[in-house]
T-cell receptor, first 115, second 114 residues
Framework: DADVTQTPRNRITKTGKRIMLECSQT?????MYWYRQDPGLGLRLIYY???????NKGEISDGYSVSRQAQAKFSLSLESAIPNQTALYFC??????????????FGPGTRLTVL | AQSVTQLDSQVPVFEEAPVELRCNYS??????LFWYVQYPNQGLQLLLK??????LVKGINGFEAEFNKSQTSFHLRKPSVHISDTAEYFC????????????FGGGTRLMVKP
């Protein structure tokens, strides 16, 4: 079974719609992250959370919000989707015991298309 | 702030040939460096990492990388590639920013041809 799961895996939506992407993990890690991947740009950090009460903006947080419902769950919302949010979105986790090195474990990704 | 540059967006190579994927970084502090691989329709998985010690790091699937502090590089190599190595490869650096976040390069698509 996958340690980091993301739902849905694929989503097509229209401009202006609200979308939620969900991430769950069974690794017992305290830290969770959301990235978006665009061709040629690599992965860019949207939000990260070090525990349920600690949520921080990343490099490109505008237009996104997150919710850490539990240690194992971290959701990403697009309040009003726009076409340039079309991308591949990844959730990742890490463990504070490896925090110095920040080795991260990734989910399979969600491909979002905004028409 | 740190940054990572992957010098080649695509690298075509024939099966059983050697390959080098180039990565340069900039950082004002000590760094930890990583290579991740993304197979088609999958998430990223760690290939290898440099934390300290020997500058030659060995990873999974026969890959290795060499940390060169003077050239600020962390190039990935494999002496003989297989079709199954076709994937996208990302170099990343852990910087000294708040939360010690990873900064990723733009990725290099390795295309192994028969």
């Amino acid at each position: 079974d996958a340690d980091v799961t993301q739902t849905p895996r694929n989503r097509i939506t229209k401009t202006g719609k609200r979308i939620m992407l969900e991430c769950s993990q069974t690794k017992g890690h305290d830290r969770m992250y959301w990235y978006r991947q665009d061709p040629g740009l690599g992965l860019r950090l949207i939000y990260y959370s070090f525990d349920v009460k600690d949520i921080n903006k990343g490099e490109i947080s505008d237009g996104y919000s997150v919710s850490r419902q539990a240690q194992a769950k971290f959701s990403l919302s697009l309040e009003s989707a726009i076409p340039n949010q079309t991308a591949l979105y990844f959730c990742a986790t890490s463990d504070r015991t490896s925090g110095t090195y920040n080795e991260q474990f990734f989910g399979p990704g969600t491909r979002l298309t905004v028409l | 702030a740190q940054s990572v540059t992957q010098l080649d967006s695509q690298v075509p190579v024939f099966e059983e040939a050697p390959v080098e994927l180039r990565c340069n970084y900039s950082s004002s502090v000590s760094v930890y460096l990583f290579w991740y691989v993304q197979y088609p329709n999958q998430g990223l998985q760690l290939l290898l990492k440099y934390l300290s010690g020997s500058t030659l790091v060995k990873g999974i699937n026969g890959f290795e990388a060499e940390f060169n502090k003077s050239q600020t590089s962390f190039h990935l190599r494999k002496p003989s590639v297989h079709i199954s190595d076709t994937a996208e490869y990302f170099c990343a650096v852990r910087g000294n920013n708040a939360g010690n976040m990873l900064t990723f390069g733009g990725g290099t698509r390795l295309m192994v041809k028969p």
